[in-house]
C-alpha cells in the first residue's frame, strides 16, 4: 500500500439498517480509491416509530462513538427519517465533521414531472417531518404532491433483500395510495423517500396500476458525497475498510452473506 492510500480517510455511511446499500453501491463507482464503512443502526431499527427527541439522542450520542473511533472523510446520512429530524443538530454538534444528508427527492420530481401528480412514499416519521413540508412548499408548489407514510414498507424491504417472500397483497397495500387519477391526469412521479425502497422498485413497477418514473435519489447522494470529498492522485484502495457494523453486534447469517455480497466484512 503507498503512503497516500494510507493517508486516505473511510467514507462512514450510515443507515436504521441495510437500505444504506443503495447509496453505498452508487458511492463505490464514484469514489473507487476510498474505504467505506457501513453502519447500520438495527438495534433501533426501523426510525420511523420513535418519539422524537428519543430518536435524535440516540443518534447524536451514537455518531459521538462513530466519530472517534473511525474519523471519517465523511459521514453520509443515507435515511431520510434520521437526516430531516437530525441533520441540523448532527452539524451543530460536530462542526469538524462533513455530513451529506438524504432528503425526499421532491425538487427534481418537481422539475420532471409532466402530469403535475407527484407522490411521496416514506416512513410515517419523514412523512409527518416538518423538514419535508418544507421542501414542497418551497420547490413543488405548483405540483400536487401526496404524502404516502408507509408504517411497513422498510421491513418488508430488509425482508425482501434477504431473499425472504414478501406477498404482493402486502406490497400493494403499502403503495396503492401513491397512484392518484385528476382531471383526467395520473401520477407520473413517485418519489422513494426511504433508501430501503429502491431495493423493492421491480416489484413496485410489476405491481404499478400504470407505468410511473420511480425516483431513486442514491446517485444523486454518492456525487454529492464525491464532490466533498478529496480525490487523491495515484491513491491504492486501502484494505484497511470495507467494513459493516451492526449496533446490535449480531447480525443473522442471512445479513452477513448480504453484506459480504457486497464487499463488506462485518465486525
Known amino acids: ?41 438495527d438495534a433501533g431499527f426501523p426510525y420511523g416509530g420513535w418519539e422524537e427527541q428519543a430518536l435524535k439522542e440516540r443518534i447524536i450520542t451514537l455518531f459521538g462513538r462513530l466519530l472517534g473511533q473511525y474519523d471519517p472523510e465523511v459521514c453520509v446520512i443515507a435515511c431520510n427519517t434520521a437526516f430531516t429530524l437530525v441533520g441540523a443538530d448532527l452539524r451543530a454538534a460536530f462542526p469538524q465533521t ?20 407527484v407522490s411521496v412514499l416514506a416512513t410515517h416519521g419523514t ?21 404516502v407514510g408507509s408504517e411497513n414498507l422498510a421491513r418488508m424491504a430488509e425482508a425482501y433483500i434477504r431473499g425472504d417472500a414478501v406477498s404482493d397483497e ?33 416489484l413496485f413497477r410489476r405491481l404499478a396500476p400504470w ?17 466533498l470529498v478529496p480525490q487523491v492522485a495515484d491513491s491504492v484502495h486501502p484494505d484497511d475498510f470495507d467494513f459493516a457494523v451492526f449496533t446490535t453486534g449480531n447480525p443473522d447469517f442471512s445479513t452477513t ?7 463488506l466484512k462485518v465486525r
Open 1 to 41: 500500500m503507498t503512503s497516500a492510500a494510507n493517508e486516505l480517510k473511510p467514507v462512514l455511511i450510515f443507515d436504521s439498517g441495510i437500505g444504506g446499500l443503495t447509496v453505498l453501491r452508487e458511492a463505490r463507482v464514484l469514489m473507487p480509491e476510498r474505504g467505506f464503512i457501513y453502519i447500520a443502526d
Open 211 to 227: 407505468p410511473v418514473d420511480w425516483l431513486d435519489p442514491a446517485e444523486a447522494i454518492a456525487r454529492r458525497a464525491r464532490s
Open 257 to 263: 452473506r448480504l453484506m459480504q455480497g457486497f464487499g
Open 170 to 202: 402486502a406490497v400493494m397495500t403499502e403503495i396503492d395510495q401513491c397512484f392518484v387519477e385528476k382531471d383526467g391526469r395520473k401520477t407520473d412521479i413517485v418519489v422513494l423517500a426511504c433508501t430501503h425502497y429502491p431495493f423493492m422498485a421491480n
Open 98 to 117: 462533513t455530513f451529506v444528508g438524504t432528503v425526499p427527492a421532491i425538487k427534481p420530481a418537481a422539475e420532471r414531472t409532466r402530469s403535475g401528480l
Open 127 to 147: 412523512v409527518k417531518r416538518a423538514y419535508t413540508r418544507d421542501l414542497i412548499q418551497s420547490f413543488a408548489q405548483q405540483c400536487h404532491v401526496r404524502l
